[in-house]
DNA sequence: CGAACTACTGAAAAGGTTTGCATACTGTCG
DNA sequence: CGACAGTATGCAAACCTTTTCAGTAGTTCG
């Protein structure tokens, strides 16, 4: 059926040993017998059985990757980077889909766990006790979410919540709602934190918060009613899709963004640029998350004496399009209702 | 380390082929001893290595897939049926993206190929030499993609397509332009065809074809220019991204949609509800596609004599929106240059 | 009561690779 | 010229499971 290293050695003329020496241990044979061997293997179409390496040593040159929702185009770009990263350096990676399901994270942990050399866990549902349970069971690395000294790499919400904040406070917003995303979501909790942070840093501003909704458009569009009945000259959404939804809602219950109303998205997916108006995003470095995820669990399972690593990236970017704009001089028209 | 059959076997104080029948044939074994083993076993956390296991039986219960690009919508949604189905059949996914690289899919099946017991390759963009001889080294199957007798999902284009076109001529369109994907893309050689096909049946329809634009909103805004030179009153686009690219630079010159232009997408991708206008789209279940693909292959890899099976994907559906309209009394106007 | 079956269980081989240890060989230095 | 260092290669064990084959004990029937 398959090519193995014995007909390899049998053809070439040497010790299966030899083969494999070959093959991974370029200096330790001649380097005559290692490019026999290697001509050979290569004419033969010889490639390693994974499973019978993975057997001896205890490693899979694969790894894990567990996201909450493949379409939404947040983890789209974490798996991009995990993906290309984790190839580059020459692993596999097993890509599961929790459907927003804390409890099957934990099933798909488990699931992997053995056919992988460590898992990437990107905003994980499931609580902290789950998380520190299954970070002795397995090598794990966290994108964002926090959980004790798991390492993991953190976005720094705050830097960017600031950023979003004072550029709303500059066009004269004193009434600003938040849109929630999913209550056990740790980036929400960072958000609402953050944005509580900057609220006490300016006493003349009222933060209105929503509540928890979908992290989908049908959240946006489920919460828009309420950021009108709120009379905020300005709303910050848990995340673009959230905001998309907000656009639309408002538009078809007549307000006019950004005169009557600011919309501030997180995220900056590829698509806020294209929504009318345009939104305005404050960027992360999604592919970087996933990326430096992989670079976090790689170091880790190289060397497993490695110190665990918090890692925070902080490149964000405020971009600014069409959907902030001055508060008007007049309170928000009720246009409708 | 970790718990291996062997250490199971010794407290249930059992042989190690009892505890391995225990759990994969279920009545080959005492009740009672199976109750005590697979109690023992739960009990010290025992999960057996797929290592050894795919060593022995040469089967890995994993399956491949193979993509372009993860971020494109279109394909996040084939990986997430793949992935849901695949899990439902206790299968895990390895995921690979090719960067749109046709080099790289050859590359990246080789890689997972002994990895995995199938791979599902997603519209690749590869030749069908390539894909041929692909196939003869590993178990294949095809998703929106046609090549010789390998198994695939395909999707029927010319169903959609002429399901659009039937709108557009409804509309009174007659001058019809049709914006291109990548020249080497299977279904965008598909969808010109389908256009011709029901072009020839309308002798009056004047349909242009524009050229080949990158797959993504970037080409969209590229192509256009071409599109309001061209004069025709409508335009299809080769997917929805490129559908976006083209409202977003028509606008910005001025034009309407639909007053002055009518655009529709393929795919309807969940962003072509919320953009300004939103996207009149044939629907194409990408879902189910993935599903589907997982199904053709799984059956493959149970029963090898199963004959190789063609499965056409017929559920289309054209989601009318705002982005197409009757056409003008006048031709379209020079809003600019 | 013995023989023939049945139903369980255990021993052992196989699967393909890596790697520690032993061996054979080449060349060098005393 | 002999001994030794060092290098290149082969042998065999180990990794953990599945599966075939054989064996044991218990049961039933003649």
């Known amino acids: ?134 970070a002795l069971e397995c090598r794990l690395v966290l994108v964002n ?25 500059a066009l004269g917003h004193r009434k600003i709602a938040y849109v929630g995303g999913p209550a056990t979501s740790w980036s929400n909790t960072a958000r609402l934190a953050s944005l509580q942070v900057v609220a006490a840093e300016h006493p003349n501003l009222d933060l209105v918060d929503l509540g928890s909704f979908q992290p989908y458009v049908s959240g946006g569009i489920a919460a828009a009613d309420l950021v009108i009945v709120s009379e905020a000259t300005a709303v910050v959404a848990y995340n673009d899709l959230v905001a998309f939804g907000l656009l639309d809602r408002l538009r078809h219950r007549g307000f006019r963004v950004p005169d009557d109303i600011s919309v501030v998205g997180i995220d900056n997916i590829p698509m806020s640029e294209l929504t009318f108006p345009s939104l305005t995003s404050v960027g992360i470095p999604l592919v970087n998350c996933g ?30 399009r069409e959907s902030t704009g001055p508060v008007r001089a007049s309170p928000a028209l009720h246009a409708t209702a």
Do not use: W
């Not at 926090?146 to 406070?169: E, W």
């Not at 995820?293 to 600014?320: E, I, K, Q």
């Open 145 to 169: 979410r926090a959980c004790g000294d798991i390492p993991a790499v953190a976005i720094n919400n705050l830097m960017g919540i600031s950023q979003a904040m004072g550029h709303l406070l």
């Open 291 to 320: 990326r430096a995820g992989v670079d976090l669990l790689l170091g880790f399972v190289r060397d497993p004496s490695t110190p665990p690593t918090h890692h925070h990236d902080l490149s964000f970017r405020l971009v600014v």
């Open 1 to 134: 059926m398959s090519v193995t290293a014995r007909d390899v050695a049998r053809v070439a003329g040497v010790s299966i040993s030899t083969v494999s020496r070959a093959l991974a241990k370029p200096d330790e044979v001649a380097p005559a017998t290692r490019a026999r061997v290697l001509d050979t293997a290569r004419g033969m179409g010889y490639l390693p059985n994974p499973a019978a390496r993975g057997l001896i040593t205890g490693r899979t040159s694969t790894i894990g990757l567990i996201v909450p929702d493949l379409e939404n185009p947040f983890f789209a770009a974490v798996t991009k980077g995990v993906q290309s990263r984790a190839r580059a350096a020459g692993y596999c990676v097993i890509v599961a889909d929790s459907d927003e399901d804390p409890s099957q994270e934990e099933d798909l942990a488990r699931t992997m766990s053995k056919r992988v050399d460590g898992i990437v866990l990107c905003s994980p549902r499931a609580p902290d006790s789950v998380i520190a349970q299954l």
